[in-house]
């Protein structure tokens, strides 16, 4: 059997060779991409942000590079040259832990798990003032009548789980060959809404409500605010394919986001999600039906609050038109995609100068939705292409994560914004994050939890472990350093966020690493 699984990896690299070689006169032949000419900080030509699901520092990498390695699973071995990480090893965190759980590994055959609780006060009662003793109490989330989920008998107590890498295979292996952060952060506490915002603008504040309960999604919301800082799951405000009976807020005209930085300068750009795409139109509304299979069975593509553009009236595509012209440029798209539009523009050699990629949501990695084997044969199928075409020579892919999910992570954040909300903030107390009363950005208490950060790159570093302090917006700062866009203004966290440059090394190349999707294994 192993024979005949190289023999099958070894067809399908031939295979491939073989198509990418036949390739290579057509994408010499085709137009020059306008990206190529820009003026660039580095030699990154194009930043591709895959922009993943719910997911802690310590789910993926606590033993990180030791795995258990038992019979019948994807092996892992790490270099003996990998660098210290500040994970559960480097503490002694994994056998005596706080927690009234102790930390467990999960098999690759346990992908499916619950979902976790992460709101925005819930994380913060969990991190108990920095003691990082109550993620069971306060985040964890067993199978109940109200939440029917696969808890594997834990209960509560599944939140202190952890995969190695004989589940998280192709990350381990991509931490090995490039470089990954131990130190980067969600830039406020929360759910997926915030950070997406956060990695566009570096802002949560300012959000309207237009219809539905603020409670739980504006900071303030229990005192009847409408307007304020996002610390929820609300949906953006018009797009067609949002569900239904839930708050819908926009940001007012004159919010702008690092597309509007890119667009004042006429640079390519682009958001690429799965689903995006509608499957039919009613009276001219959009409806977006598609629907995918994985591990937790039939799941539904497209998630309207995972959009972060959608909720600025200068970026937003309300009715998810396609694209007239060449992708990346402005046109009735307004720059969201579907994500097939995505390796359209990359196999007709115009991928934009920034793209942010989401991935169906059974692709995504959320629990619940997704899970750590589907999300891998996403990663490994998208950068393997990204790796055969022409552009790889010149781009930069960094894989980041909107929140943490509530996952247990032992490291507390640097208080960067503090903030008072009555009935949210719960950090350092009842009312409280932080002691300033004089904060001026209420409802983004941060840095939140802690989240894996990957550099994939010709210019990356090679096997190497960046510990200078990081959050979301550190990559928007990226952005806007590389192209010269300046600053967003108005409170954005870009102002203050921590460079990635240690990441990278324009000097030493770092070879192309192929993986299989299904294994995560280097492929022969």
């Not at 819930?122 to 109200?146: L, R, T, W, Y």
């Not at 005192?223 to 797009?239: C, E, N, V």
């Not at 967003?488 to 070879?511: E, Q, R, W, Y």
Request: net charge negative; with cysteine; hydrophobic share 35%.
């Amino acid at each position: 059997m192993l024979h005949q699984h190289f023999q099958r990896l070894l067809t399908v690299v031939t295979s491939a060779a073989l198509v990418l070689g036949s390739m290579g006169d057509a994408w010499a032949a085709k137009a020059p991409n306008p990206a190529d000419s820009y003026t660039t900080a580095t030699p990154v030509k194009h930043v591709v942000v895959i922009f993943q699901e719910n997911i802690s520092f310590d789910h993926y990498f606590a033993t990180y590079p030791f795995a258990k390695n038992p019979a019948g699973e994807p092996q892992f071995v790490g270099s003996v040259n990998t660098p210290g990480v500040n994970n559960l090893l480097s503490g002694g965190l994994l056998t005596e832990n706080p927690n009234s759980v102790q930390p467990f590994r999960l098999d690759r055959a346990q992908a499916v798990t619950c979902d976790q609780n992460h709101n925005y006060n819930s994380e913060q009662k969990a991190f108990n003032s920095g003691a990082m003793d109550k993620f069971p109490e306060f985040v964890g989330q067993g199978s109940s009548a109200q939440f029917p989920c696969n808890d594997l008998g834990m209960g509560p107590g599944i939140v202190m789980g952890y995969y190695d890498g004989n589940s998280v295979t192709a990350m381990w292996n991509y931490a090995q060959h490039f470089a990954m952060s131990d130190n980067s952060y969600n830039t406020q506490f929360g759910p997926s809404t915030p950070g997406a915002l956060n990695l566009i603008s570096g802002n949560t504040a300012g959000a309207v409500v237009q219809t539905g309960n603020p409670s739980g999604n504006i900071a303030g919301g229990t005192l009847g605010a409408t307007t304020g800082a996002i610390i929820g799951d609300p949906r953006p405000a018009g797009d067609d394919c949002n569900p239904t009976g839930k708050t819908y807020v926009s940001f007012p005209d004159g919010a702008i986001n690092v597309g509007d930085l890119l667009n004042s300068k006429t640079m390519t750009w682009g958001w690429f999600q799965g689903g995006f795409r509608p499957t039919s139109f009613v009276n001219g509304t959009a409806i977006c039906a598609a629907a995918s299979v994985g591990l937790p069975g039939v799941v539904a593509d497209y998630v309207a609050h995972h959009q972060p553009f959608q909720y600025f009236p200068s970026t937003r595509n309300p009715h998810h038109l396609p694209p007239t012209g060449t992708i990346g440029t402005s046109d009735q798209a307004n720059h969201q995609y579907d994500l097939q539009d995505f390796f359209t523009a990359l196999g007709t050699g115009q991928l934009p100068a920034v793209s942010f990629l989401k991935a169906k949501a059974v692709n995504d990695g959320h629990p619940g939705n997704s899970d750590p084997l589907d999300e891998q044969e996403f990663l490994v199928n998208t950068i393997n292409k990204i790796e055969a075409s022409p552009e790889w020579k010149n781009t930069a892919i960094i894989i980041a994560y909107d929140d943490s999910d509530g996952w247990y992570d032992h490291a507390m954040d640097p208080l960067i914004n503090q903030s008072q909300s009555i009935g949210d903030d719960f950090l350092t107390g009842t009312g409280f994050c932080g002691t300033n009363a004089n904060s001026t950005t209420q409802g983004r208490c941060g840095y939140g939890p802690r989240t894996p950060l990957m550099l994939i790159s010709p210019y990356s570093r090679q096997n190497y472990v960046d510990h200078v302090i990081t959050d979301q917006s550190s990559i928007l700062r990226f952005i806007e350093d590389n192209w010269s866009l300046g600053r967003i203004g108005n409170g954005s966290t870009d102002a203050k966020a921590g460079s990635l440059l240690g990441m990278f090394d324009f000097v030493k190349k770092a070879p192309k690493l192929i993986l299989d999707p299904e294994t995560g294994l280097v492929t022969p």
